[in-house]
């Protein structure tokens, strides 16, 4: 992010400034509505997310995290940590009983630092949007538009291994990892019993563990056959 000092004659936003970036938009589903209902219970609730989250600075500093309201905001230069801190952003906040959606886009993406303003005019994050936007299910998808390196399907015996998942027609992020497999598919179970009036997002959430700990690989077609 550039940061620049008041000077009327100096052009703010620069086309040349531009840099390509992959953005994440992940809404926190349910929250908003909790923050004109509770609002120091959800204060408590981010707090809790940010202090876990903060791990993650030492081990992704090339991921930047801003939080708005009920949505995350992740951008950086590599798809790679990006998907990764994605990962851990669905493994904390449904630690914490919630789900998101969200979508990743990449383009071309300023961001100026003018104190005390923050501008940001982004091609992904309008994409990521849109995409988010025509979600029916709590899953973070990736646009279409975004080329995935063949080894990210190719040579993992283990859905749960996987960064992506291929499912329902979409490449979505993957809400598991080694350190939380089972213990997601327990959690939303508990959701579904509490909250039965979300059953339609909790009952695909589970279809999606069920899928992940199968021996089918969740992968796209053309890579089906390499898999098995």
Same mark, same amino acid.
């Given at each position: 992010?550039?940061?620049?000092?008041?000077?009327?004659?100096?052009?703010?936003?620069?086309?040349?400034?531009?840099? #390509?970036?992959?953005?994440?938009?992940?809404?926190?589903?349910? $929250?908003?509505?909790?923050?004109?209902?509770?609002?120091?219970?959800?204060?408590?609730?981010?707090?809790?997310?940010?202090?876990?989250?903060?791990?993650?600075?030492?081990?992704?500093?090339?991921?930047?995290?801003?939080?708005?309201?009920?949505?995350?905001?992740?951008?950086?230069?590599?798809? !790679?940590?990006?998907?990764?801190?994605?990962?851990?952003?669905?493994?904390?906040?449904?630690?914490?009983?919630?789900?998101?959606? !969200?979508?990743?886009?990449?383009?071309?993406?300023? #961001?100026?630092?003018?104190?005390?303003?923050?501008?940001?005019?982004?091609?992904?994050? @309008?994409?990521?949007?849109?995409?988010?936007?025509?979600?029916?299910?709590?899953?973070?998808?990736?646009?279409?538009? $975004?080329?995935?390196?063949?080894?990210?399907?190719?040579?993992?015996?283990?859905?749960?291994? %996987?960064?992506?998942?291929?499912?329902?027609?979409? %490449? $979505?992020?993957?809400?598991?990892? $080694?350190?939380?497999?089972?213990?997601?598919?327990?959690?939303?179970?508990?959701?579904?019993?509490?909250?039965?009036?979300?059953?339609?997002?909790?009952?695909?959430?589970?279809?999606?563990?069920?899928?992940?700990?199968?021996?089918?690989?969740? @992968?796209?077609?053309?890579?089906?056959?390499?898999?098995?």
């Amino acid at each position: 992010m550039q940061e620049l000092e008041h000077d009327e004659d100096k052009r703010i936003l620069n086309p040349a400034d531009a840099q #390509e970036k992959y953005v994440a938009f992940v809404d926190i589903l349910g $929250i908003s509505a909790n923050v004109l209902r509770a609002f120091d219970t959800v204060l408590e609730t981010y707090e809790n997310l940010l202090r876990s989250l903060n791990l993650l600075r030492n081990v992704r500093p090339d991921v930047a995290l801003s939080l708005y309201s009920d949505s995350f905001l992740l951008v950086s230069s590599h798809l !790679g940590p990006l998907v990764a801190v994605t990962q851990a952003v669905h493994m904390q906040t449904l630690m914490w009983d919630c789900l998101v959606r !969200g979508g990743i886009a990449y383009g071309r993406h300023l #961001e100026v630092s003018l104190p005390p303003h923050l501008i940001m005019v982004s091609e992904p994050l @309008v994409k990521a949007v849109a995409l988010e936007s025509s979600l029916g299910n709590p899953c973070v998808a990736l646009h279409p538009d $975004i080329a995935v390196p063949d080894s990210w399907w190719e040579g993992y015996e283990r859905n749960l291994d %996987r960064g992506l998942l291929y499912f329902g027609g979409q %490449r $979505i992020v993957n809400p598991m990892n $080694i350190a939380w497999g089972q213990s997601a598919g327990t959690r939303v179970t508990q959701m579904l019993h509490d909250h039965p009036e979300y059953r339609d997002k909790y009952e695909w959430f589970l279809e999606l563990y069920q899928a992940v700990f199968s021996p089918v690989p969740m @992968v796209p077609p053309k890579f089906f056959q390499a898999e098995i």
